[in-house]
């Protein structure tokens, strides 16, 4: 109501701005004379020095040209009125690519495109940052020479050259005084920023922030050959980005090449500060009675495993016990906490922290299952569900009371354990039930150390093999046409859409010798939300696999919610497995990061920041990534790492909001008054 009557007031007094406006000065021509006088006063305010901001234009400026306001003319640097508008259009020089150009914040990266900034303060930056990719004719040319001429660089080249003439049967340095390349494979290397590039054992060094190229020939031309490339950033500098003949490559400190044509390799190492660093995550099983997963590994008794995790990443803990067993203690940082379904997720780490678990021999006493206990009626997909989950002693009535249904009673029935669930179908017969009751047991993976040979064969068809190994006792024989499927959610990861093989473990007697083999099925399955597979055939074996399919490369979808900033790369993006991508996100002028989810958590340390650059690491699963932006100027509070603008319902008691309004009324009053003031006199001196 209060807000509806301030709107109102506001009307009301435009219109009578505007009407006490027109009353005013609709004057004839003839009252205006001084014509010559208010002309000179005109020209005089034009032409009245006011404060100008200044556009500098820094980084590899011989990359790249810019045009500032339409003009035909490159510059590096232009001057105009602080809070004015300035627009400019880049093109990149040949044999330069971009790698980031941002003014102030905000990145541009579409050659040929205007772009257009309002002027904040008395000096704003256009940053620059490219790789060479033509070919090089002198050693390392120093991007600070701002002359841009090629002579003096030459000379220094030449004693460069000179110098380093103990390594010039390897990398065979060209002079400067030829025109031809010497024999040999060309590798190229451009480093950006402090850090050194090992071809071999050719040393190439850049100890300043701007760009370097050299040549390194490599002996006996077209013959493929090993070619070991490590990279090392100077104190305070790390690795940014690792291009290989042309395509992003992932980055690592050294890399095995097999080399039979030219190749380009450039390098940007950049601060430190530019990227959040990782953390150490160290997990230890303390004791025999289960394992511990997390990030795709396992941690047995008695052993320790240390795991590399981004600043504000996370990481899925899951703690399995061995049949037998129970979870006994679960510390993270020393401090004991709950665990969740048998899970625990580190969120938003920000240093290096510890979790030990251990175990010891459950007390709890299993009670017998009767038919009388469970809940026999269909869901509307037909399938009787009877939840066994901790209950390993089931009553012979229950498969007694199978056998007596039909179709009319439902489709399946669901025999659920905590690892693994049987459909059965109704009117089909289980036979094979020998006691009472049926001692069921399931165990996951307990069995490594029991069955290692099997992991082993697994592991020696791959070694990036992700496989669960389940063993069964006590299980009757299941009809034909019984359809299982598995828990995969032990892993401490997603693995939501991979395909799954099940395996099982057959004995055939032949000649009087028994062989064992692991038999595939003929049908796959698919990981879900929920970490099941989809229902696959089942064949009757108390060992079985289900084993996920190695994928060489994932997938990383990116995007920005609204307006106010990009994020670079953008949409899906494929990562090789285990490999890293860095995400750079850079707000708009006026704008900062609300925040940025990583598969659905916030990044706490983005929250108000203008650039912010998200890495991920040893990529093992799908993963996405999004951010969202706010107003700078607005008013917003910090919340579980996210920037949330405040609602303007709380502005009763001199909030910025109706600051504003009351500020834009008086400054309307007095219009109205001044304007009014003019009228009278106006008025006065025409009658009187």
Known sequence: MRKSKIILALLITLCIVSVLSIAAFAEPEETTEPTESSGETSEETTEAPGKTCVIVVSGNKEAVKVYFNGSETPADRIEVPEGSTFSFRYEMNTDWELVKLVVNGARCNKPGDTYEFETVGDRMALEVTATYTGEVTSEPTESSDESGETSGTSDDSSDTSDDSSDTSDVSGETSDDSSEEPEGIPFRVTITGPGTVTVDDTVIANGSSGSMKQNVYLPDPGVSRQVTVKLAAAYGYRISSIVLDGKDHSLVNQMVLNVDAETTVSVVFAPEQE????????????????????????????????????????????????????????????????????????????????????????????????????????????????????????????????????????????????????????????????????????????????????????????????????????????????LVSYNMLDKGISYKGNTVIQYSKQTTVKDGQSKTSLVPSAQTGKVGEDGWTSRMPFANSNILIACIQPASSYTIRASVQGVGGIISPSGENTVNKDGEMAFHISADTGYIISAVYVDGTPVASAATQTLFTYTFTGVTADHSISVSFIPAASDYTVSDGVAVLNSESDDENGSPANVGLIVSLIVIAIAVIGATALFIVKYRKERF
């Open 275 to 482: 990227s959040p660093g990782n953390y150490n995550v160290r997990i230890s099983c303390t004791n025999f009675g289960g394992y511990v997963s997390a990030g795709g590994f396992e941690i047995t008794q008695g052993s320790s495993k240390t795991i590399s995790v981004g600043a504000g990443g996370s990481l899925t803990i899951s703690v399995i016990p061995s049949e037998g067993y129970e979870i006994d203690s679960f510390t993270v940082g020393g401090q004991v906490r709950n665990l969740n379904n048998r899970t625990y997720v580190i969120s938003n780490i920000a240093a290096d922290t510890t979790v030990t678990v251990s175990f010891k021999q459950s007390t709890v006493v299993s009670t017998t299952v009767e038919a009388s206990d469970l809940n026999w009626t269909a869901d509307a997909d037909g399938v009787i569900t009877l939840s066994l989950e901790g209950k390993t002693s089931i009553g012979k009535s229950v498969f007694d009371k199978i056998n007596t249904l039909s179709q009319a009673n439902g489709q399946y029935v669901l025999l659920k354990t905590d690892y693994i669930a049987w459909y059965i179908p109704c009117g089909a017969q289980v036979s094979g039930v020998a006691s009472d009751p049926v001692k069921l047991t399931v165990a996951m993976n307990a069995n490594s150390s029991q069955y290692s040979n099997i992991s082993g064969a697994f592991l020696a068809q791959s070694a990036d093999a992700i496989f669960n190994l389940y063993e069964v006792n006590g299980l009757p024989t299941l009809p034909d046409g019984t």
